[in-house]
């Protein structure tokens, strides 16, 4: 069954549980009411078990989490569940930010492409380059004899690198809500700017030092980039193609998975700034940056991958309980 018509035959009911839901003190002095809003929710928990098989990355998996957790706590009376921290960073963000796999893509595309483009341009044509580059990461990418950059300089240039990053980390989520083109023209321009610079470094004799003075912790500081953005973007396409929601409804529902992927990724840019602090600028040397970097960097995404998967679908019982894990994390 296409997505499509899955939600053609299951929105009225949405709407009714939604309608109930919006009614539950009046409903649950109404016997009918409560036995329908019950057989509503059950329904409702079916289609998200559905819909998490069969339309990975949809819209509508966001919209049925909601609904479901809203109705369950009215079928059960319980008081919502808090998620601990402990569930939230070992499990919830990661699944937060695998979840849309495609948008992801996009974001780190939309950085390294540029980039890659631009460090070709400024390899080739290195006076022209340079006008791209902030004053801030101008001693990167000027010829300074056979030592390279200075200790000064290169403690100076490593702090702007950590400095701009973080900026450009929460730029790119806020942008998101320019119909997401702010975030894509973010990514674009910053790319850009790294990638002129690396070409630039290379290109003048700097490139050891440009590459020690950034690998600690670059790559954890790009990933927490092409994270925080991808949050943007979803931002951005829940306003601009909200499916059968109404553009409140989803930039609602994808603002509160986009703002969780954003706090989780904030202890991140921290650890990448106590990296550059007592790392980076320790003047450990290129092997042991490159050890540290990749090394964090590979320990972030496989922590994606392995921790950021789906749950295992309930089973529903014919009473609703739900057998095994819950239907829905909160």
């Known amino acids: ?177 320019v119909f997401g083109i702010g975030t894509a023209v973010v990514l674009a321009y910053n790319g850009a700017i790294l990638g002129t610079i690396t070409g630039g470094a290379i290109g003048s004799g700097n490139g050891t030092e440009f590459v020690e003075f950034v690998a600690a912790h670059g790559i954890i500081e790009l990933s927490c980039i092409c994270v925080a953005a991808a949050a943007g973007l979803r931002l951005g396409y829940a306003i601009v193609a909200p499916v059968s929601r109404t553009r409140r409804d989803a930039l609602t529902l994808e603002a509160r998975a986009s703002i969780a992927i954003v706090l989780g990724t904030i202890p991140w840019v921290v650890l990448a700034g106590l990296i550059e602090g007592f790392v980076t600028r320790a003047g450990f040397g290129l092997l042991p940056g490159l050890i540290l970097g990749v090394g964090v960097g590979a320990l972030y995404w496989t922590l994606v991958f392995v921790r950021g998967r789906p749950d295992s679908q309930a089973v529903l019982t014919p009473s609703g309980a739900v057998a095994g894990r819950s239907v829905v994390e909160v």
């Open 1 to 177: 069954m296409k997505v499509d018509r899955f939600l053609r035959e299951r929105e009225a009911d949405w709407r009714e549980l939604e309608g109930l839901l919006g009614k539950r003190r009046r409903a649950r002095r109404d016997a009918r009411a409560v036995i329908r809003l019950a057989a509503l929710y059950r329904g409702a928990a079916a289609d998200l078990a559905l819909a998490r098989r069969r339309y990975r990355g949809d819209p509508v998996i966001a919209r049925l989490e909601s609904l479901v957790v809203r109705a369950r706590q009215a079928v059960y009376s319980e008081e919502p569940r808090r998620a601990s921290a402990r569930r939230f960073f070992g499990r919830t963000y990661w699944q937060r930010v695998r979840e849309r796999p495609g948008v992801l893509a996009l974001a780190i595309a939309l950085l390294l492409v540029p980039a890659a483009f631009a460090a070709a341009w400024a390899l080739d044509d290195p006076g022209a380059a340079l006008g791209l580059v902030p004053g801030e990461f101008r001693d990167a990418v000027e010829p300074v004899g056979d030592t390279g950059m200075s200790a000064t300089e290169s403690a100076a240039f490593s702090s702007a690198v950590l400095t701009n990053n973080i900026q450009v980390t929460f730029l790119a989520f806020a942008a998101g809500l």
